[in-house]
């Protein structure tokens, strides 16, 4: 069955440190992968999408995001974790057959500690 | 800020009852989708309307309807409310219909409360 995961539902890490929140899927066909971020009582805020080309996609924030199709595995990265960046994200994949819309994973809760 | 604006931002209602949740899109985007955000569920898709004419149905309940009218605003009618009605409704926009390649932008969502 198609799907998207996201395996971890709380990620902490220390300000200043890389991060990293995993997610993998299972499509058809190529995927098209999205990364969304939730801050508290505020709606999605599209970061970055992943549709062919370079593995590694650059998105918002400074965040980037690396797709690598034999692990099928989208996990989206920063180099030095901001307190700020505390908040939940979202991975997402578009589903083959699907008529189009956004399949969400679980989200993952960041916490950047100071 | 997204451009979407969702009206009411939090609604209180009782079991059995009927609401209607609001969403205009941002200027010059044809498509709008409905989500809801549960704890036990997470983020489900319920349904898409591309210029005013349904495009896509994902999770939702016969209960629940949706329609997007000519200034391209929608509305989310749920009744017969029950107990586990109660989440945050998140409307989103985009341009286009819904290429594969397309951003969604949120709104902030309606709290709904049913007790």
């Known amino acids: 069955a198609q799907s998207v995961a996201q395996p971890e539902d709380q990620v902490n890490v220390a300000e200043g440190n890389p991060l990293t929140v995993k997610c993998t899927y299972s499509?058809?066909?190529?995927?098209?992968l999205f990364w969304y971020v939730q801050y508290p009582n505020r709606g999605l805020q599209f970061l970055l999408k992943?549709?062919?080309?370079?593995?590694l996609v650059k998105g918002s924030y400074g965040f980037e995001a690396e797709f690598n199709k034999s692990q099928t595995s989208f996990h989206l990265k920063k180099p030095s974790a901001l307190v700020s960046d505390s908040a939940l994200y979202f991975c997402a994949v578009v589903l083959s057959g699907s008529a189009r819309q956004l399949t969400f994973g679980s989200g993952t809760q960041l916490t950047v500690l100071p | 800020d997204s451009g979407v604006t969702q009206t009411p931002k939090h609604l209180i209602t009782a079991t059995g009852q009927r609401v209607t949740l609001r969403c205009s899109p941002r200027?010059?985007?044809?498509?709008v989708y409905w989500y809801q955000q549960s704890l036990d569920q997470g983020l489900q898709f319920l349904i898409q309307y591309y210029n005013g004419e349904e495009r896509a149905k994902g999770n939702i309940l016969e209960r629940f309807s949706a329609q997007q009218f000519p200034d391209l605003h929608s509305e989310l009618n749920l009744s017969s409310l029950e107990l586990g009605d109660s989440a945050l409704y998140f409307c989103a926009s985009s341009l286009g219909g819904g290429t594969k390649n397309e951003k969604l932008f949120f709104g902030s969502g309606t709290q709904l409360s049913v007790l």
């Open positions: 200027s010059g985007d044809l498509s």
């Open positions: 499509v058809s066909g190529n995927p098209y």
């Open positions: 992943y549709i062919t080309g370079d593995n």
